[in-house]
């Protein structure tokens, strides 16, 4: 057995007699009418802290320092894991200064503190309640795979790295995962599950967590499709790890989607006719996949929407015709099934929502009509509340705003509550939200006047706005799409248009932002794709005539098998 070297003691233990023996002294055994009952004692049992392993066993031992008793009856008051083992004092009459004994056995079935109490008497004036006290203490043992991750503990104990193993005296430890050097937590596994940064540790028996992180390599790129293809691609990964591209081909004159499963080829085959333009994508219940685009060049023109159906083929239908009706879209599918599209009218420099029901039907609403506002709108989902975030042109002389908003997915009409981000000529174009595991947003914008990669997180307490400025090395931040990480790293792919280059800038949870080129081919242009797969961070874009994409590894140890 395991010697305990408890993380945190409440009590200490003070040892516990042995096993006295189980004569009964000074009994009074005439059999006739019992004398007046006098006083009971006996002294508290303290058994200090015991492994849920290992149970212990202890003694009490009732003495009577009054008069005579009659007939003693021992009953238990304790709580699973408590047993009463033998006792000479059931049935006994105790004389004065008589004693008698009695052995329990305790084994705690969760760590913390435990108690049991036997009571004595005869039903008269000579009773006595024997408290026994513990402190069940249970391991937990990290199986920590990937070098750069890190686990602690709450209260100390873990720091693994260094220690991996402890024993707790408190029904519940919370773990807590961070990384050493960049990279992402992939997966918990035992009494935890998930990819989140923390996990609440029941103490009923020794716990085995195993966590796994990957640490980063070095971005590499391949083709997709090399004929005139690739035009604003849009990128989502299914919970299989499958990545699917939806990108317009003008050749052809329609969308094709491409497809690469974990550990496979990129495959590419039919989307749905175009023409069209601008496609944005996501992923909901089921894996089941959602696109909205410009549909351009008929009289259908306008904002229309595509779902794949489960034989595989896209099904499609308009949400809002019009010229100009969704230049620009972005949509979330909630839990429930229901799609949520923000979009722009840039005929008439307004800003729309739709909602589409998981049986069907379209709702849509005008969400701002005043200047020209809604350019580059982005979308994200957290609970029951919509953010947007999206482009303002405040007047004509382009003093500008970026500018989020929320509303509540039950509300009806919605009803937007907004909150600015920030100001400036030419300030908040290509934007990309996103909601982390506290409740944050966070946003990528550029500031076009100075060529500048921008980004904002709200304060935690949702009031204001703390912004950054990743990269101004030279004219960069378009087309900027934006992650975030379970541990809250984030990560943003974009252009520099001073060299035509794809460029990448991540920031782990309280470190530097870093830069680093992803493809230096002077070609790339348009917009980009970018989703956060189980194999690392994937991003696909259009370099000349080509789709191509890039991958960020993140490897773990099991890779290597």
């Not at 945190?8 to 006295?20: E, F, M, P, R, S």
């Not at 003008?250 to 085959?269: H, I, K, M, Y």
């Not at 794949?308 to 099904?315: E, H, I, N, V």
């Not at 874009?541 to 590894?553: H, Y």
Request: charged share 20%; glycine share 14%.
């Amino acid at each position: 057995m395991r010697a305990i070297a408890v993380a945190t003691a409440l009590l200490v233990a003070t040892g516990c007699q042995g096993i006295l023996g189980f004569e009964a002294t000074h009994v009074d055994g005439d059999g006739g009418m019992p004398p007046p009952p006098g006083p009971l004692s006996c002294a508290q049992l303290d058994l200090g802290v015991i492994d849920l392993t290992a149970p212990r066993v202890g003694n009490f031992e009732v003495v009577n320092s009054g008069d005579p008793t009659g007939p003693l009856a021992v009953t238990l008051d304790a709580g699973p894991g408590v047993e009463l083992l033998r006792d000479t004092c059931n049935g006994q009459r105790l004389a004065r200064g008589g004693t008698c004994k009695i052995e329990v056995q305790v084994a705690p079935v969760l760590a913390g503190p435990s108690s049991a109490t036997v009571r004595v008497g005869d039903g008269g004036r000579a009773s006595v309640s024997c408290t026994a006290i513990a402190l069940g203490a249970a391991y937990i043992t990290i199986n920590n795979h990937g070098v750069p991750g890190r686990v602690l503990s709450s209260p100390a104990g873990i720091s693994c790295g260094n220690t991996c193993e402890a024993a707790f005296t408190v029904p519940t430890v919370a773990l807590s995962a961070s990384m050493d050097n960049p990279g992402l937590l992939v997966r918990w596994d035992g009494p935890c599950s998930g990819d989140g940064p923390s996990c609440d540790v029941y103490m009923d028996r020794n716990q085995s967590p195993e966590i796994t992180f990957c640490g980063f390599g070095a971005w590499s790129s391949t083709t997709i499709v090399d004929v005139d293809a690739g035009r604003d691609p849009a990128l989502a990964v299914t919970s299989d790890g499958t990545l699917h591209v939806l990108h317009y081909n003008s050749d052809l004159g329609d969308f094709r989607e491409s497809r690469r499963p974990v550990g496979g080829a990129w495959t590419t085959g039919p989307g749905f006719s175009g023409p069209g333009r601008n496609v944005a994508l996501a992923v909901g219940p089921g894996d089941s996949l959602h696109a909205t685009y410009l549909r351009t060049g008929g009289s259908q023109d306008g904002l229309w929407y595509q779902h794949r159906t489960a034989t595989g083929t896209w099904q499609g239908e308009p949400i809002e015709l019009g010229a100009g009706m969704g230049e620009q879209s972005d949509l979330v599918v909630d839990p429930q099934g229901r799609v949520h599209v923000v979009y722009y009218d840039s005929s008439r420099g307004d800003m729309h929502y739709a909602q589409r029901a998981a049986g069907g039907g379209w709702r849509t609403q005008l969400i701002d009509s005043s200047n020209d506002v809604g350019r580059y709108p982005s979308i994200t989902l957290d609970d029951n509340t919509l953010y947007i975030a999206f482009y303002i042109e405040r007047d004509a002389d382009h003093l500008d705003e970026i500018s989020a908003a929320s509303a509540d997915i039950g509300s009806d009409p919605m009803i937007w509550a907004y909150a600015p981000i920030d100001t400036g000529t030419s300030v908040g174009a290509y934007t990309d939200i996103a909601v982390d595991r506290d409740g944050r947003l966070r946003v990528a914008y550029q500031d076009q006047r100075n060529g500048d990669l921008r980004y904002a997180i709200n304060t935690p307490n949702g009031n204001g706005w703390i912004k950054e400025t990743p990269d101004q090395s030279g004219d960069v931040g378009a087309s900027s799409r934006l992650v975030v990480d379970s541990l809250g790293g984030v990560h943003i792919v974009y252009l520099d248009a001073t060299s035509a280059d794809l460029k990448y800038a991540y920031r782990a949870p309280g470190g530097a932002w870093t830069i680093t080129p992803i493809e230096q081919s002077g070609t790339i242009t348009g917009g980009l794709g970018l989703a956060l797969g189980p194999k690392g961070i994937d991003v696909v874009f259009r370099n000349g005539n080509a789709l191509r994409a890039a991958r960020l590894p993140c490897t773990t140890p099991f890779d290597a098998r």
